[in-house]
């Protein structure tokens, strides 16, 4: 099972409008918790990184939040553009090594 | 900011042909990932070295073998292709084994 869950597997939203995407993780013990984007055929780039203390960060128009709690992020886009077309995976790290999720792949359409 | 460089970007083959995927790390990285992505698939981590030893294995073929060589530079090569190992071939580095992976931009292999 993977120990890295990410839903929706897919969105459609038109251009301007505002997305959340959602990670639940089982991995331990954990370090932090990064958010990529991925486009077609490139390789991830990362977004933001939490550690266990931080429950929100912002990277321009995206803003992730952390619940360690109940080992949940979510990844939230504002006034979406074309460009953010890509699909959006989260990794948790245990240690050194990393967990991915299966990713999320987000169409924005004009 | 140099980031991380994967040669080729593209490569086709054919069944039972080998290939040769090269992964440059980020100056001053010493630690190199390959991971193994397939269409729709999350990323399947393959092999780690750290200071040109092998850190960590993970789902790799024994068809595949992999080393870095005394510049840090990885290769990871493959024999006897079959189909199913079509992918996006990506490295990532790090500046040793607990630091954040950068990512290159991946190699896409087909085989035919």
């Known amino acids: 099972k993977n120990q890295v869950e990410q839903s929706p597997q897919s969105l459609i939203i038109l251009e301007g409008k505002n997305c959340t995407l959602q990670c639940n993780y089982t991995v331990s013990p954990f370090s932090n918790l990064r958010w990529y984007k991925q486009d077609t055929g490139r390789g991830p780039v990362s977004l933001t990184i939490?550690?266990?203390?931080?429950n929100t960060k912002s990277n321009g128009r995206y803003t992730a939040t952390l619940d360690a709690d109940t080992k949940q992020s979510s990844l939230h886009i504002t006034a979406s553009q074309l460009s953010d077309s890509a699909s959006y995976i989260c990794v948790v790290r245990n240690d050194y090594k990393l967990s991915f999720g299966a990713g999320t792949t987000v169409t924005v359409r004009a | 900011a140099a980031g991380v460089i994967q040669s080729p970007r593209h490569l086709i083959k054919e069944k039972r042909e080998t290939a040769t995927l090269k992964c440059y790390p980020i100056?001053?990285?010493?630690?190199v990932y390959w991971y193994q992505q397939g269409p729709g698939q999350d990323p399947q981590f393959l092999i780690s070295?750290?200071?040109?030893?092998?850190?960590d294995k993970g789902s790799i073929p024994d068809r595949f073998s992999a080393q870095q060589f005394s510049d840090y530079h990885s290769e990871l090569n493959m024999s006897s292709l079959e189909l199913g190992d079509s992918a996006l071939y990506f490295c990532?580095?790090?500046?040793?084994?607990?630091?954040?992976?950068?990512f290159g931009p991946g190699t896409r292999l087909t085989v035919t």
């Open positions: 990532a580095s790090s500046k040793g084994l607990v630091y954040e992976q950068y």
């Open positions: 939490m550690t266990f203390s931080e």
């Open positions: 070295f750290y200071e040109k030893m092998q850190s």
């Open positions: 100056p001053r990285h010493d630690t």
